[in-house]
C-alpha cells in the first residue's frame, strides 16, 4: 500500500528525518531538486524557455535549487522571486546565494514576467506548510501565471491547495505535473484540490522508511501489486466460493438485481440467490439464467425468504433498486435481524431506508457494509451534500466509529473506511462510471469478494480499486461518456485476468 499523508504528518516525517536520524535538510533539499529534475529534462528540450517563481520559505529554496541544476546544464531557466513573505527560511536563504553565485538569472520586475513568454512555467511558490489564504501580490502572480501558455510544474504541491483537505486557499496554480515528495498529500486527491492536478509523480527524496513507519499516516491507496484474490483450487465445487443472497429490485427496476448479481458472479462466486417481486422473473431469467430466483408477491413473503436465505448464504447484498417501499423497508429490518453473524452489504434505497431506522443499526450483530453516494450519505447523517463533500474523509470515518460499520462513501476520490484497517482513498476509474448501474455492479462486486473469503477489512477497498480498474479498461473499447454497466462488467473480467 502507499501512504497519504496529511501536512502535519509530512512535516513530522520531515522533522524527524533532520533532527532525529541527521539528515541534513539541505541534503533532502537538494535530492527534492534533483529528483525533479532529472523527470523534468526527460519532458522539456534545451531551447526551451523556463520561468521558476518561489517565494522565501522551503518550497521556493527547492525552486532555486532546481534552477541552478537547469543553469548549469544550459537550460534557459529565468527565476521571479516574489518576495512577499517577510521572513525568509534559512535553507531558502542558503540557496539563493548559491544560484546567484553560479549565475542564475533573476527576474525583478513581475511586469517583465507578464510581457514574456515561456514554454515551461514552475511553480515553487508555497509548500504543504500552507495555512492562510493566498492575498496580495502572490494571488496577483499566481493568476497571472494560470493564464500563461505552457507545461505548468509544481514542486510539491500546486500553491494555495491545503495539503490535507484539498480545499482551496485563495486561489491556486493549475498544474499539469505535479512532483510530490515521498508521500503523496491528501489535497492532492480530494476535491476541489484535485481539479488543479493533472498528473502527480511521488519522487523518494531519502526519507527514512522506519520513520515513515512510526509516523505512519492512518490513510492509504493501493497500486496494483496490493491486490491478493484467493487462488482457485483444482478440487472444488460452486459451494467451495461462498454463497450470495441479494434482496434488489422493484417494480420497473429488474436491472440493479441483474447487474449486482452478475458483478457477484464475476468476483468468482460460487452461487447467487436473487430476492425480487414476481414481476421480474422472467427479465431475471432471460438475463442471469445461472442465479437462484426467489420471488415474492408481499412483504410477509419476502421476509420468510430473507429468512431462509440466512440460514442458506455467506454474504446478504440489500438495496439496489429496491425503492423505498413499505414491502422493502421491512425487507430491510428482517435482514438486519436475522441471527447469527453474516456479512451485510446495505447499498442504495436500503441506506435511504436505513436512515429511518438507524436504531436497527446501532443494535445488528451482523458485519455491515454501507455504499452511500454524497446524497445517500447526506440522509444519513443529516449534513449537507456540500458539507460531506468539503470533510470527504472525516464524514467516512465520523460515521463508520459511530455505528462500528465499514463505510464506502463513492465520490470522484470514493473513500473506504473501518477501524480495523484505516481509511483507504481510491484513484482508480474515470467519469464512465457517473451513470446509472455502476454503483449497482460495485455492491454486487463486494459481496461477491466476501462470500469467496476475502476479509471484510480487504473486500470494500479491493472492490473500488477494481471497479475503477474496470472502467479504465472499457475505455479500449469505449468512451468515458458512452460507457454502460454492461462495459464496467467486462472490464472486470479483463481486470481480473
Not at 472492490?463 to 454502460?484: D, F, N, P, Q, R
Request: aromatic fraction near 6%; charged fraction near 25%; charge should be neutral.
Amino acid at each position: 500500500m502507499n501512504y497519504i499523508a496529511t501536512k502535519e504528518q509530512m512535516q513530522k516525517i520531515d522533522r524527524i528525518s533532520i533532527t532525529e536520524v541527521g539528515i541534513p535538510g539541505m541534503v533532502l533539499m537538494e535530492r527534492a531538486a534533483y529528483g525533479v529534475f532529472l523527470h523534468l529534462t526527460k519532458q522539456i528540450q534545451k531551447n526551451n524557455r523556463i520561468l521558476i517563481v518561489v517565494e522565501s520559505g522551503n518550497n521556493g529554496a527547492d525552486g532555486v535549487a532546481l534552477a541552478r541544476m537547469l543553469h548549469l546544464s544550459r537550460y534557459m531557466v529565468e527565476v521571479y522571486y516574489i518576495d512577499g513573505v517577510k521572513n525568509s527560511s534559512e535553507s531558502f536563504l542558503n540557496q539563493l546565494s548559491i544560484a546567484k553565485a553560479c549565475g542564475v538569472s533573476f527576474i525583478e520586475d513581475f511586469q517583465e514576467v507578464k510581457t514574456k513568454e515561456y514554454d515551461v512555467i514552475v511553480d515553487a511558490i508555497f509548500g504543504v506548510g500552507l495555512k492562510r489564504e493566498v492575498t496580495g501580490k502572490q494571488k496577483e502572480v499566481i493568476l497571472e501565471l494560470n493564464q500563461k501558455k505552457g507545461l505548468k510544474v509544481t514542486i510539491d504541491i500546486p500553491s494555495g491547495i491545503d495539503a490535507t483537505t484539498g480545499q482551496i486557499l485563495g486561489c491556486g496554480f493549475c498544474s499539469d505535473i505535479t512532483y510530490t515528495m515521498g508521500l503523496l498529500k491528501r489535497g492532492l486527491l480530494l476535491y476541489p484540490g484535485n481539479e488543479y492536478v493533472k498528473e502527480i509523480k511521488v519522487l523518494d527524496i531519502g526519507f527514512p522508511n522506519h520513520v515513515v513507519e512510526q509516523v505512519k499516516p492512518d490513510i492509504f491507496t493501493y497500486s496494483k501489486k496490493d491486490i491478493v484474490l484467493p487462488e482457485r483450487k483444482a478440487h472444488s465445487n460452486k459451494g467451495t466460493y461462498g454463497k450470495v443472497a441479494i434482496f434488489a429490485g422493484s417494480k420497473n427496476m429488474a436491472g440493479a438485481a441483474y447487474l449486482a448479481g452478475r458483478a457477484a458472479y464475476l468476483m468468482g462466486t460460487g452461487l447467487v440467490k436473487i430476492i425480487t417481486l414476481e414481476e421480474n422473473r422472467e427479465i431475471l431469467q432471460a438475463l442471469l439464467p445461472q442465479a437462484i430466483l426467489s420471488t415474492y408477491h408481499d412483504a410477509k413473503e419476502a421476509i420468510l425468504m430473507i429468512e431462509e436465505a440466512g440460514k442458506w448464504c455467506d454474504t446478504i447484498l440489500f438495496g439496489p433498486g429496491v425503492s423505498v417501499s413499505a414491502c422493502s423497508e421491512e425487507g430491510l429490518k428482517a435482514v438486519l435481524q436475522l441471527e447469527g453473524k453474516k456479512q451485510i452489504v446495505i447499498d442504495a434505497d436500503g441506506i435511504n431506508l436505513l436512515s429511518k431506522h438507524i436504531d436497527l443499526l446501532k443494535e445488528s450483530p451482523h458485519n455491515i457494509i454501507l455504499t452511500p453516494h454524497l446524497k445517500e450519505m447526506s440522509r444519513l447523517n443529516g449534513q449537507t451534500v456540500e458539507e460531506i463533500e468539503r470533510k470527504l474523509v472525516d464524514t467516512a470515518v465520523e460515521v463508520s466509529s459511530q455505528y462500528s460499520v465499514t463505510v464506502v462513501l463513492k465520490s470522484f476520490r470514493t473513500i473506504v473506511t473501518n477501524q480495523a484497517y484505516g481509511t483507504y482513498i481510491n484513484t482508480t476509474g474515470n467519469s464512465g462510471l457517473a451513470k446509472g448501474g455502476s454503483g449497482d455492479v460495485l455492491a454486487g462486486m463486494i459481496a461477491g469478494l466476501l462470500a469467496v473469503g476475502v476479509k471484510q477489512e480487504l473486500a470494500p477497498s479491493y472492490s473500488v480499486y477494481l471497479h475503477g480498474k474496470a472502467a479504465e479498461a472499457a475505455i479500449k473499447w469505449t468512451s468515458e461518456a458512452t460507457m454502460e454497466a454492461e462495459d464496467i462488467l467486462k472490464g472486470i473480467k479483463k481486470v481480473i485476468k
